[in-house]
């Protein structure tokens, strides 16, 4: 008995499932960061403006640093995709380090702009929309 057809079917058919569940994971992230960027309140910056070196406060920080991470796949075939304020922390003249991420935490516990954005997005029909279209995609 030949097994060969069947053994090409099965690989075929994980890598498609893989393919399809990564792009809808990432369909998904991209859902809550749109959510999250619209509700995410605007950071005025410092009201000391010589704390930045260019004399002008930077706004929109925190919004604009809201991204996926990498696709990190677990042991067992799970995956992993965080979605948040990502960034570079920079440090300043004798003042410190400061940056979104470094005020992310406190924003989220005062207003919970991603528990927001998360809640409001119906994850599950995301996921089913993207799922479908990654294996219509990687057939």
Same mark, same amino acid.
């Given at each position: #008995? ?5 053994? %090409? ?5 994980? !890598? ?13 992230? !991209? ?8 509700? $995410? ?7 000391? %403006?010589?704390?930045?070196?260019? %004399?002008?406060? %930077? ?11 990498? &696709? ?10 965080? &979605?948040?304020? #990502?960034?570079? $922390? ?23 702009? #991603?528990?927001?954005? $998360? !809640? ?12 479908? $279209? ?6």
């Amino acid at each position: #008995m030949d097994t060969q057809p069947f053994s %090409k079917l099965k690989v075929e058919m994980e !890598r498609t499932a893989k393919a399809a569940t990564l792009y809808a994971l990432r369909e998904t992230g !991209r859902r809550i960061i749109e959510s999250a960027q619209g509700t $995410v309140p605007e950071y005025p910056g410092p009201q000391n %403006k010589s704390a930045y070196v260019d %004399k002008r406060v %930077k706004k929109g920080l925190l919004r604009r640093s809201i991204h996926n991470s990498k &696709v990190i796949e677990n042991s067992g075939g799970s995956f992993l995709l965080k &979605v948040g304020p #990502m960034g570079p $922390v920079t440090r300043g003249k004798g003042k410190g380090a400061r940056g979104a991420v470094l005020y992310a935490q406190q924003v989220e516990r005062m207003y919970g702009y #991603m528990s927001k954005a $998360v !809640r409001s997005t119906d994850l599950t029909k995301v996921y089913s929309d993207a799922i479908s $279209v990654g294996y219509a995609k990687y057939r």
